[in-house]
Nanobody, 123 residues
Framework: QMQLQESGGGLVQAGASLSVSCVAS??????????MGWFRQAPGKEREFVGY????????VYADSVKGRFTISKSSAEKTIYLQMNNLEPGDTAVYFC??????????????WGLGTQVTVSS
């Protein structure tokens, strides 16, 4: 059974960059048809899609709100994905959750969730 563990996060000022990562713990391989990605939830708001990477092809998909600022990459050997966040805005403040499931990844297709890591952007 897969488990996801996020790391990174923290407090930064607006305009700064930050990177978070997520390691998948599983005894087996990650299916090429699966995707791993990120969702986020701000206080008082619903969880929203950030982006994902298809495990087999490496194709990435992003929410419009982060396109051009956020980049998701993966290391197949380490079963890890990375979220590089540039030019952060106060509106990016949220708990960031790692997720995995059959692609394309949407909240209703997620099979495994991480516990989340806090990202806070001050103005």
């Amino acid at each position: 059974q897969m488990q996801l563990q996020e790391s990174g996060g923290g407090l930064v000022q607006a305009g700064a960059s930050l990177s978070v990562s997520c390691v998948a713990s599983t005894s087996g391989r990650i299916l090429s048809s699966w995707a791993m990605g990120w969702f986020r939830q701000a206080p008082g708001k619903e969880r929203e899609f950030v982006g994902y990477v298809r495990w087999g092809s490496g194709v990435t998909v992003y929410a419009d709100s982060v396109k051009g600022r956020f980049t998701i990459s993966k290391s197949s050997a380490e079963k890890t994905i990375y979220l590089q966040m540039n030019n952060l805005e106060p509106g990016d403040t949220a708990v960031y959750f790692c997720a995995a499931g059959p692609g394309p990844l949407s909240s209703d297709r997620v099979r495994v969730w991480g516990l989340g890591t806090q990202v806070t952007v001050s103005s």
